[in-house]
Protein backbone atom coordinates (compact mmCIF):
# COMPACT_ATOMS: atom_id res chain seq x y z
CA UNK A 1 0.00 0.00 0.00
CA UNK A 2 1.36 3.35 -1.33
CA UNK A 3 0.45 5.12 1.45
CA UNK A 4 1.07 8.77 3.10
CA UNK A 5 1.94 9.32 6.74
CA UNK A 6 3.18 11.68 8.84
CA UNK A 7 6.76 10.73 10.48
CA UNK A 8 5.45 11.38 14.10
CA UNK A 9 2.72 8.77 13.33
CA UNK A 10 5.13 6.20 12.07
CA UNK A 11 7.26 6.42 14.90
CA UNK A 12 4.70 6.12 17.56
CA UNK A 13 3.16 3.16 15.46
CA UNK A 14 6.21 1.77 14.49
CA UNK A 15 6.01 -1.71 16.39
CA UNK A 16 2.09 -1.51 15.40
CA UNK A 17 3.07 -2.14 11.60
CA UNK A 18 4.94 -5.21 12.11
CA UNK A 19 2.70 -7.33 14.55
CA UNK A 20 0.74 -10.38 12.87
CA UNK A 21 -2.64 -8.67 12.98
CA UNK A 22 -1.49 -5.74 10.95
CA UNK A 23 0.06 -7.87 8.66
CA UNK A 24 -2.86 -9.96 8.04
CA UNK A 25 -4.58 -6.85 7.27
CA UNK A 26 -2.23 -6.16 4.93
CA UNK A 27 -2.94 -9.56 3.25
CA UNK A 28 -6.25 -8.99 3.72
CA UNK A 29 -6.49 -5.58 1.51
CA UNK A 30 -4.34 -7.15 -1.27
CA UNK A 31 -6.47 -10.14 -1.29
CA UNK A 32 -9.64 -7.88 -1.75
CA UNK A 33 -8.50 -5.78 -4.45
CA UNK A 34 -6.91 -9.14 -6.67
CA UNK A 35 -10.26 -10.29 -6.06
CA UNK A 36 -11.81 -6.61 -7.93
CA UNK A 37 -13.22 -5.84 -4.85
CA UNK A 38 -13.80 -2.11 -4.90
CA UNK A 39 -12.56 -0.44 -2.05
CA UNK A 40 -12.47 2.93 -0.37
CA UNK A 41 -10.58 5.13 0.40
CA UNK A 42 -8.29 5.24 -2.64
CA UNK A 43 -4.67 3.21 -1.03
CA UNK A 44 -2.92 6.11 -0.76
CA UNK A 45 -5.50 8.17 1.12
CA UNK A 46 -6.10 5.55 3.82
CA UNK A 47 -3.93 6.85 6.36
CA UNK A 48 -5.03 10.15 5.68
CA UNK A 49 -5.88 11.32 9.16
CA UNK A 50 -2.42 10.49 10.18
CA UNK A 51 -1.07 12.60 7.35
CA UNK A 52 -3.05 15.53 7.91
CA UNK A 53 -2.66 16.09 11.81
CA UNK A 54 0.83 14.90 13.28
CA UNK A 55 0.78 13.66 16.71
CA UNK A 56 2.95 16.67 17.93
CA UNK A 57 -0.26 18.70 17.01
CA UNK A 58 -2.91 16.64 18.31
CA UNK A 59 -5.58 18.88 20.13
CA UNK A 60 -8.90 17.00 19.23
CA UNK A 61 -9.92 13.63 18.29
CA UNK A 62 -13.40 12.78 16.42
CA UNK A 63 -14.19 9.02 16.21
CA UNK A 64 -15.95 7.72 13.51
CA UNK A 65 -16.97 4.10 12.95
CA UNK A 66 -15.93 3.66 9.17
CA UNK A 67 -15.70 5.22 6.10
CA UNK A 68 -18.21 6.16 3.54
CA UNK A 69 -18.80 3.52 1.16
CA UNK A 70 -19.99 5.37 -2.11
CA UNK A 71 -17.90 6.38 -4.87
CA UNK A 72 -15.68 9.64 -4.55
CA UNK A 73 -17.28 10.15 -0.94
CA UNK A 74 -14.25 8.51 1.77
CA UNK A 75 -10.45 10.00 1.74
CA UNK A 76 -9.92 9.16 4.87
CA UNK A 77 -10.83 11.97 7.37
CA UNK A 78 -14.53 11.18 9.16
CA UNK A 79 -17.28 12.51 8.69
CA UNK A 80 -15.65 14.26 5.65
CA UNK A 81 -15.87 14.31 2.05
CA UNK A 82 -13.55 15.58 -0.92
CA UNK A 83 -14.35 18.76 -2.74
CA UNK A 84 -17.12 18.80 -5.14
CA UNK A 85 -18.80 15.41 -3.33
CA UNK A 86 -22.36 16.65 -1.42
CA UNK A 87 -22.28 16.12 2.07
CA UNK A 88 -23.90 13.13 3.71
CA UNK A 89 -26.49 13.86 6.23
CA UNK A 90 -24.24 13.07 9.13
CA UNK A 91 -22.28 15.69 8.35
CA UNK A 92 -25.04 18.19 7.47
CA UNK A 93 -26.31 17.76 11.07
CA UNK A 94 -22.64 18.52 12.07
CA UNK A 95 -22.80 22.02 10.38
CA UNK A 96 -26.12 22.79 11.65
CA UNK A 97 -24.92 21.89 14.95
CA UNK A 98 -21.93 24.19 14.52
CA UNK A 99 -24.31 26.92 13.43
CA UNK A 100 -26.63 26.63 16.11
CA UNK A 101 -23.97 26.29 18.58
CA UNK A 102 -21.70 29.10 17.33
CA UNK A 103 -23.21 30.94 14.23
CA UNK A 104 -21.44 29.93 11.75
CA UNK A 105 -23.23 29.44 8.30
CA UNK A 106 -23.09 26.02 6.70
CA UNK A 107 -21.27 26.25 3.82
CA UNK A 108 -23.53 25.54 0.78
CA UNK A 109 -22.59 21.72 -1.09
CA UNK A 110 -18.46 21.53 0.87
CA UNK A 111 -17.95 19.15 3.19
CA UNK A 112 -13.83 19.13 3.19
CA UNK A 113 -13.36 19.02 7.02
CA UNK A 114 -9.43 19.20 6.11
CA UNK A 115 -8.65 22.41 7.82
CA UNK A 116 -9.75 20.99 10.75
CA UNK A 117 -7.29 18.17 10.34
CA UNK A 118 -4.91 20.87 9.73
CA UNK A 119 -5.54 22.81 13.18
CA UNK A 120 -4.64 19.73 15.43
CA UNK A 121 -8.74 17.58 14.90
CA UNK A 122 -7.92 13.90 14.27
CA UNK A 123 -10.43 12.69 12.18
CA UNK A 124 -10.26 8.77 12.87
CA UNK A 125 -12.54 6.19 11.41
CA UNK A 126 -12.77 3.15 13.83
CA UNK A 127 -11.88 1.05 10.42
CA UNK A 128 -9.76 3.16 7.74
CA UNK A 129 -11.32 0.97 4.86
CA UNK A 130 -14.74 -0.17 3.45
CA UNK A 131 -15.68 -2.44 0.81
CA UNK A 132 -17.89 -0.46 -2.13
CA UNK A 133 -21.53 -0.39 -0.84
CA UNK A 134 -21.17 -2.71 2.02
CA UNK A 135 -20.93 -0.60 5.58
CA UNK A 136 -18.46 -2.15 8.36
CA UNK A 137 -17.41 -4.96 5.52
CA UNK A 138 -13.41 -4.27 6.70
CA UNK A 139 -14.38 -3.92 10.34
CA UNK A 140 -13.89 -6.88 11.77
CA UNK A 141 -10.48 -7.92 9.86
CA UNK A 142 -7.77 -5.77 12.47
CA UNK A 143 -8.46 -2.59 12.47
CA UNK A 144 -10.07 -2.22 15.59
CA UNK A 145 -7.07 -3.78 17.19
CA UNK A 146 -5.08 -0.94 15.17
CA UNK A 147 -7.60 2.14 16.22
CA UNK A 148 -7.73 1.49 19.94
CA UNK A 149 -4.22 0.86 19.93
CA UNK A 150 -4.28 4.65 18.69
CA UNK A 151 -6.42 5.88 20.60
CA UNK A 152 -5.07 3.80 24.03
CA UNK A 153 -1.38 5.94 22.93
CA UNK A 154 -2.80 9.06 22.74
CA UNK A 155 -4.13 8.89 26.17
CA UNK A 156 -0.99 7.52 28.05
CA UNK A 157 1.31 9.67 26.09
CA UNK A 158 -0.66 13.26 25.65
CA UNK A 159 -2.35 14.96 28.48
CA UNK A 160 -5.20 17.87 27.33
CA UNK A 161 -6.53 16.07 24.73
CA UNK A 162 -10.62 16.30 23.90
CA UNK A 163 -11.94 13.55 22.59
CA UNK A 164 -15.64 14.11 21.38
CA UNK A 165 -17.54 10.71 21.16
CA UNK A 166 -20.59 10.58 19.27
CA UNK A 167 -22.63 7.81 19.63
CA UNK A 168 -22.66 4.33 21.43
CA UNK A 169 -20.26 2.59 19.10
CA UNK A 170 -17.64 5.76 19.58
CA UNK A 171 -18.89 5.61 23.65
CA UNK A 172 -17.38 2.29 23.82
CA UNK A 173 -14.31 4.02 23.62
CA UNK A 174 -14.24 5.59 26.57
CA UNK A 175 -12.41 2.75 28.37
CA UNK A 176 -9.68 3.31 26.46
CA UNK A 177 -9.09 7.08 27.61
CA UNK A 178 -7.42 8.22 31.12
CA UNK A 179 -9.95 10.62 31.96
CA UNK A 180 -8.06 11.83 34.99
CA UNK A 181 -5.62 13.65 32.18
CA UNK A 182 -7.99 14.20 29.05
CA UNK A 183 -11.57 15.56 28.79
CA UNK A 184 -14.56 13.42 27.30
CA UNK A 185 -17.48 15.26 25.31
CA UNK A 186 -20.45 12.86 24.61
CA UNK A 187 -23.24 13.19 22.46
CA UNK A 188 -25.75 11.47 20.12
CA UNK A 189 -24.40 10.23 16.74
CA UNK A 190 -25.04 13.18 14.21
CA UNK A 191 -26.78 10.51 11.78
CA UNK A 192 -30.58 11.78 10.95
CA UNK A 193 -31.68 8.66 13.08
CA UNK A 194 -30.03 10.21 16.25
CA UNK A 195 -29.18 13.34 15.90
CA UNK A 196 -32.42 14.79 17.66
CA UNK A 197 -32.41 12.85 20.61
CA UNK A 198 -28.93 14.41 22.07
CA UNK A 199 -26.76 15.77 19.17
CA UNK A 200 -28.36 18.79 18.33
CA UNK A 201 -27.83 20.98 21.24
CA UNK A 202 -24.65 19.03 22.33
CA UNK A 203 -22.51 22.64 21.69
CA UNK A 204 -19.44 20.29 21.63
CA UNK A 205 -17.47 22.70 19.20
CA UNK A 206 -17.49 25.90 22.05
CA UNK A 207 -17.17 23.18 24.51
CA UNK A 208 -14.26 22.13 22.91
CA UNK A 209 -12.72 25.59 22.02
CA UNK A 210 -13.38 26.78 25.99
CA UNK A 211 -11.06 23.91 26.98
CA UNK A 212 -8.31 24.84 24.79
CA UNK A 213 -8.22 28.24 25.99
CA UNK A 214 -8.51 26.70 29.22
CA UNK A 215 -5.53 24.82 28.65
CA UNK A 216 -3.82 28.04 27.18
CA UNK A 217 -4.23 26.80 23.40
CA UNK A 218 -5.16 28.36 20.18
CA UNK A 219 -9.33 27.69 19.78
CA UNK A 220 -10.47 25.55 16.12
CA UNK A 221 -11.98 28.07 13.61
CA UNK A 222 -14.71 25.50 12.38
CA UNK A 223 -15.54 27.75 9.97
CA UNK A 224 -14.71 25.93 6.62
CA UNK A 225 -13.67 27.23 3.36
CA UNK A 226 -12.49 25.28 -0.04
CA UNK A 227 -9.15 23.37 0.41
CA UNK A 228 -6.89 24.82 -1.84
CA UNK A 229 -6.35 21.99 -4.52
Same mark, same amino acid.
Given at each position: /???????? %??????????????????? @????????????????? +?????????????????? +?????????? #?????? @???? #?????????????? &????? +??? &?? =????????? %???????????????? &??????????? %??????????????????????????????? #??????????? +? /???????????????????????? #??? /?????? =??????? =????
Amino acid at each position: /MDVQIHPS %WKLLLKEEFSKTYFLQLVT @FLKTEKALGKKIFPPGA +LIFNAFDKTPFDELKVVI +LGQDPYHGEG #QAHGLS @FSVP #QGIKPPPSLQNIFK &EIKTD +LGI &EI =PAGYGNLEK %WARQGVLLLNAALTVR &EGEPLSHAKFG %WAEFTDTVIKKISDEKTGIIFLLWGKFAQEK #QALIDETKHFI +L /MAAHPSPFSAEKGFFGCKHFSKTN #QLL /MQLGQQ =PIDWKLH =PVQE
